[in-house]
């Protein structure tokens, strides 16, 4: 079984005491117990007495994590300069307080494991009910144009019990949807929603940073242009849904009754249980069927 850590991923290793040690050692020690990337555990805080390290791998299976406090303590020990002695031990929130369950029995260990279950499907309940929703672009930012998008889709998904936070305007920029994007991650968001920024200009970067921030993304494309006319540098409009742990990314174009049929449609995937690629594939073929003959009357289309 895997765990998220949900946010809750700090190791602390007290009375322990270092004299000139090297610190990716030292975490390359912890990762080869937990069997994570060594590149995913930085040493972000060492005190006189105790260390902490910070897991970047937001998910952990559950053999390498339970009951494993002697062993990440005795590689520790093994690491030239670290002194430890009887007291030391370690210290975590969350999931990774399993790390701490040597001295319990089997039947100990396994009502904790329950107790573990139970509390991430409730935090998973709760974190897939809170949205963030991002329009994009200049002509939204300096107000060239009312955002009617945002309403919406905060319309639309309260009166499904969702929970919505508005988040400011995306620059027409991929570090700035990339930074976006990472922030609401980081913040807990179960989805989060961009509505603009799919298009085939050069100014559209939102597909771009979906693909950073979550390389796992599927897109579909609405619709198909010639590369090179007019103004599309990019060969079609697409729409894109990542996952990232448990939190899902969705990027809807920017016209709101391309976006109002997109809604509609994810929500019916979301009830349906259905992949990322066929969410995004059924939002791009709605989308693309309603739109079609507009299209077609204004670019150059590919079959």
């Keep these: 079984m895997a765990y998220n850590l949900l946010e809750k991923s ?68 093994r ?3 670290v002194r430890i002695s009887e007291e030391t031990e370690i210290a975590s929130r969350g999931i990774l307080g399993m790390i701490n369950l040597t001295q319990l029995s089997q039947e100990e260990i396994e009502e904790s494991q329950n107790k573990v279950n139970t509390m991430v499907d409730d935090i998973l309940s709760k974190l897939s009910k809170r949205v963030l929703v991002h329009p994009t672009g200049f002509e939204v930012r300096d107000k060239m144009i009312e955002d009617t998008n945002t309403p919406y889709i905060k319309k639309v998904l309260e009166e499904k019990g969702y929970r919505v936070t508005v988040g400011e305007v995306i620059e027409d920029d991929l570090i700035d949807v990339i930074n976006r994007l990472e922030d609401g991650l980081n913040r807990g968001f179960g989805m989060i929603i961009t509505t603009g920024g799919v298009g085939a200009e050069d100014k559209d970067k939102t597909i771009e940073g979906f693909l950073r921030v979550a390389p796992n993304t599927k897109t579909s494309y609405i619709v198909k242009f010639q590369k090179g006319t007019g103004r ?63 299209w077609e009357k204004h670019h150059q289309l590919v079959q």
């Design 10 to 77: 700090e190791l602390w290793i007290h009375n322990i005491k270092l004299d000139y040690v090297n610190l990716n050692d030292l975490a390359n020690a912890v990762a080869d117990v937990i069997k994570v990337n060594p590149e995913k555990i930085l040493v972000v805080d060492v005190r006189d007495n105790h260390i902490t390290l910070d897991i970047l791998d937001k998910v952990v299976e559950e053999k390498n994590i339970v009951g494993k406090e002697k062993e990440i303590i005795d590689a520790v020990a």
């Design 79 to 81: 690491v030239p300069g």
């Design 232 to 294: 599309h540098v990019k060969d079609g409009v697409k729409v894109a849904v990542g996952q990232v742990g448990p939190t899902k990314f969705v990027a809807l174009p920017g016209p709101n009754d391309e976006v109002q049929i997109g809604m509609q449609i994810l929500l019916e995937c979301i009830d349906a249980n259905c992949d990322n690629q066929e969410t995004a594939n059924k939002i791009a073929n709605a989308i693309g069927e309603k739109m079609l003959d507009q």
